[in-house]
């Protein structure tokens, strides 16, 4: 044993620590040796019970990722996992009671199924989360999980890795006692009042498992919630058939069944997505040229200037990481607005029971409204979210500069425009920033921050920090048009408005990409942001336009009639009064019409070619954007599309798909469309050269560092 195992001893009682810092991760050494522990807690006449506990601040985290890729690609043959050491322990004469603290999720909740008691500090999470990276427990979770909290519990865990707190595991039996105090001393206490007893094993454990009658209707339920709330993922599927199995078959022959899902999914494509995200999210965080020990600028307060749609929505974002925030508008009546979007959105979740009307007061009491910039001198940092435009934004900044304390960060939540033109309007350029949060900013996990030309690394860290505080998954982007996320959705939408005049439907268009696996399809999605948005911006831009490449031509013309989309009752689809689409005759009628006077060949097309050319639009723009710098990895993009654009996350993000269709092929199709329809389909230089050497996205690493 080393150190990653410990067995010591109070009198009569082993305590076998598992000390693998951070979080305790189950990797195949640390189940080896405590295997060892159990052996020797076995073979020792002056031990009567074992008290199963882990150090520092949690329990066991869950198996080790690295592992599960390990085993996918080849590097290492699955032994047999977990599932002799859960038997070794539920096997062994004494009890061994598990000590639980902080998180115990997959493996770890597995591995404390397995012990013949379960105590728990109130502080502690328990699931079995795997589902959230494709795939099921494997060491028997599905089997021992139902045998002590019940089918209908077990079935909600597995499927859909949600977390229980001590509290409801106690409820449900998953734990046998709450622990407030030291929770090792009250472990050993346990493990003292139970010695002696023949040690319950939780296989034999039927009592709960209920009657075909009765769990039926349980399973069907789940199937029914997954089909709609995990839409495309097999892995909920496969959760609810392993818990299925446990009513139906023996201890053993479930946990073969389990086994034999579990390597379904690991195999799939989908599991490899779902980690590959999981590694991406941690790998965001690295930035080559900004190191960790960047020194930080500490975020005690806040203000927002514009209390809009978005504003309003980042003032809670601060509140809710409990940071004080001054939130400014131009006047009265819009200031009032904001603050009462603010209050319905806080009234709506704890009318869900999301949030408790004490943290909503809570929360409420740091939100401090105003019409001046009298107090924006203390804030430690500002984000701007007044209307874009570049004069009023430059307008604002300069006020910034004349008002804000040296060192303050001042960001932009601009999604459109120069963070470097916007930073020119202050004597602090290096102050300037961009945090481009997404609509509801409340909601939405994922903020793009934006590195001006100027920008230093200590506002840079000091944003990436901020965003895991603020509960958001921070992603480091450069400076262009639409940086990375809406720079790329646009090649997305204009190909779904081509299609459309082309000769599909919206209806037709929405739906394939739905089935693909989108949240919502492009239009739908359009008429939800509001089509006048685009139709101002492209009028702005018209004069970047090129002679002679193909511009789309139906969706302005839905704005002239005054069709913008849900807020007007009507875009590309018509609108009830519970802003529910409908398909629209009368629409789909004008937009033929106008796309036949504007010459455009009306066909049919499949599901598979919208697929295509809205998602290889989005992959060949994806690969410019890697290769200019704008983006640091083909992962950051996947990051931003699967938490920003409804992106599904079984599919792993845009270029990570891409490579899961072979570059090569995409290639391919990419070639075809730039023969079919022009310039605006040219192959990425990036991709090109890939197909050429071979190789994927996901293997490429941009020399550069971030851009600007
Ligand atoms: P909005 O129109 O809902 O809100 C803008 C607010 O700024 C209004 O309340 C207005 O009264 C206020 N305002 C205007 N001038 C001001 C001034 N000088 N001082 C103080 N307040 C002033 O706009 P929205 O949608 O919240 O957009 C704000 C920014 O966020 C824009 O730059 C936009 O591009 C960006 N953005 C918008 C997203 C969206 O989905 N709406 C998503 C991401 C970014």
Known sequence: MDDLVQLTRDNEIAIITINNPPVNVLSPTVAQNIAKAIERVGSDDSLNAAVLIGAGRTFIAGADIKELSKITSGKTQRREGLLPLLRQIEDLKKPVVVAIHGNAFGGGLELAMAGHYRVAHSNTQLGQ??????????????????RLVGIAKAVEMCAE??????????????????????????GVRFAREVSGKTPPKTRERNEKLGTPEHN????????????????????????????????RLPFDEGCEVEKKLFRECLFSDQSK??????????????????????????????????AGTMGGGIAMVFANAGI??????????????????????????????????????????????????????????????????????????????????????LASNTSTLNIDEIASATSRPEAVIGTHFFSPANVMRLLEIVRGKWTSKEVIATCMQLSKKLG?????????????????????????VFLVEEGATPQAVDQALSDFGMALGPLATGDLAGLDVGWRIRKEYRHLEKPGVRQPVVGDRLCEL???????????????????????????????????????????????????????????????????????????????????????????GPMWYADTVGLKKVYERICEFHREFGELWEPAPLLTRLVEEGKTFGEFTSVQTVMA
């Open 472 to 496: 958001k998954i921070g992603v480091l982007v450069g400076n262009c048009r639409g940086f990375v996320g809406n720079r790329m959705f646009h090649h997305y939408v204009r190909e779904a």
């Open 273 to 306: 997505a779902l980690i590959h995200l999981f590694f991406g999210e941690r790998e965001v965080a690295k930035i080559p040229d900004v190191p960790k020990d960047t020194p930080i600028i500490p975020i005690n307060s806040a203000a927002v200037v514009g």
């Open 161 to 186: 890795g949600n977390l229980i707190n001590a509290q409801e595991a106690l409820k449900f039996g998953l734990v046998d006692r709450l622990i407030e105090g030291d929770l090792l001393a009250e």
């Open 216 to 247: 039926e209707p349980l399973f069907a339920a789940a199937r029914e919630k997954a089909c709609a709330k995990q839409r495309g993922m097999m892995a909920p599927f496969a959760a609810i058939d392993a818990v299925e199995a446990a009513t």
């Open 324 to 409: 004080a925030v001054l939130l400014k508008d131009a006047d009265q009546p819009a200031l009032d607005r904001g603050l009462d979007t603010i209050r319905k959105n806080y009234h709506s979740s704890v009318k869900r029971g999301r949030v408790t009307q004490q943290f909503v007061d809570e929360r409420l009491k740091l939100i401090q409204p105003t019409l001046t910039y009298d107090d924006f001198g203390k804030v430690d940092m500002v984000i701007e979210a007044v209307f874009e435009g570049m004069a009023l934004k430059k307008e604002v900044f300069a006020q910034l500069d004349r008002v804000c304390q040296k060192g303050a960060i």
């Open 129 to 146: 989360t795997e589902v959230k990276l494709g795939i099921i427990p494997g060491a028997g979770g599905t089997q021992r999980l139902p």
């Open 562 to 652: 005054g069709r913008y989309g849900q807020k007007t009752g009507a875009g590309w689809y018509k609108y009830d009064e519970n802003r529910r689409a409908i398909p629209d005759p009368e629409a789909n009628e004008l937009v033929r019409k106008w796309a036949i006077e504007a010459g455009i060949p009306q066909r049919h097309i499949s599901s598979e070619e919208i697929v295509e050319r809205c998602i290889y639009a989005l992959v060949n723009e994806g690969a410019r954007i890697i290769e200019e710098g704008i983006a640091l990895r083909a992962g950051d993009i996947d990051i931003i599309y699967v938490n920003g654009y409804g992106f599904p996350a079984y599919r792993g």
